[in-house]
């Protein structure tokens, strides 16, 4: 996904999403238009019921609009199988929910390490990269603890830090802070903004409007359309995303660690010490079975002239 320009992401041209039929019939979004450019942070504001949380139903690939077309990295959703969605969901969108979504019969790190399941990670990496992200939300002893003994505050924390383990690089939030205390609020958009500051795309909901400081651009709306839209940062300043490291490593680490130990938890790195390692053996393998030939040759003096080549 990661690219070295700031391309569009995603892109919405006249969509409408109707309810009901007739004298019933509602506007949650009229013919709305929107481009976003990879690694903005968006920041939408406006009244209850403008249509907030329906257009980020609709980015997310949880609804679907009546009329209009909605492509997503330049393909029309609508040619996009319900498998491919499901996987872009898991793998590159974060969802912050207004409420909180938690499971209640799992604890807290169960809960977090939830996407990372879906993914494939193994159970000890899951683990460790939970409690990473607990840690950095001031969670970590909380970790065996179940929902229903937590503050909704820190259930808030708890539904964050789950939307940000599996490294998305699309992150929808909801009103991330509106249940949350003043220094709760400022840990997590300071997590958000050093998040974007990676590359990602962010897109939040909030009715707090001294919270658009973070922003780089800021959307009013009114009656499901676009009333003002107002960029603070202009597309070439935004920041780029990083190809040479996962960012999933890039936030679970704290800022004073190397890049040697980010390096340790990665696949690759993985993979290439355990094709090191399969090479020393065989290589082993193959100057014991030389020694051995050679030595029922001529036992005395091959096995000196072994010794002087080494």
């Not at 209009?68 to 912050?96: M, P, T």
């Not at 990676?198 to 780089?216: D, E, K």
Request: charged letters at 30%; proline letters at 3%; aromatic letters at 4%.
């Amino acid at each position: 996904m990661a690219t070295k320009t700031n391309e569009t992401i995603i892109e919405l041209k006249s969509i409408t999403k109707r309810y009901g039929l007739g004298d019933t019939e509602s506007f949650a979004l009229h013919n709305f238009d929107l481009t976003v450019k990879r690694g903005e942070f968006i920041m939408i504001m406006g009244p209850s019921g403008c249509g907030k949380t329906t257009l980020l139903n609709i980015i997310g690939l949880l609804d679907k609009a009546t009329i209009g077309e909605y492509k997503l990295v330049g393909k029309s959703v609508d040619r996009i199988s319900a498998r491919k969605k499901a996987q872009f969901r898991a793998n590159e969108i974060g969802f912050i929910f207004q409420s909180f979504n938690l499971i209640p019969n799992l604890t807290v790190i169960d809960n977090v390490t939830m996407p990372l399941v879906y993914s494939g990670v193994h159970k000890t990496r899951r683990l460790k990269m939970a409690d990473k992200i607990l840690e950095r939300f001031q969670l970590r002893e909380r970790e065996y603890y179940f929902p229903s003994q937590l503050s909704g505050g820190q259930q808030q924390r708890v539904a964050i830090a789950r939307s940000l383990i599996s490294n998305p690089s699309i992150i929808l939030a909801d009103e991330p802070t509106g249940n949350l205390d003043s220094r709760s609020s400022h840990i997590i958009m300071e997590e958000l903004k050093d998040i974007h500051s990676l590359g990602n795309t962010i897109i939040m909901v909030t009715h707090n409007p001294s919270l658009t400081t973070y922003a780089t651009r800021v959307i009013n709306m009114l009656d499901g359309e676009i009333d003002t839209d107002i960029k603070t940062v202009a597309d070439r300043d935004l920041p780029k995303p990083d190809d040479a490291e996962k960012v999933a490593v890039r936030i679970l680490k704290k800022k004073s660690e190397t890049k040697v130990e980010e390096a340790k938890d990665t696949p690759k790195i993985a993979s290439k010490k355990r094709s090191a390692k399969v090479n020393k053996v065989v290589k082993k393998s193959a100057q014991k079975s030389t020694k051995t030939k050679v030595k029922t040759k001529d036992n005395k003096k091959t096995t000196i002239n072994i010794k002087e080549q080494k």
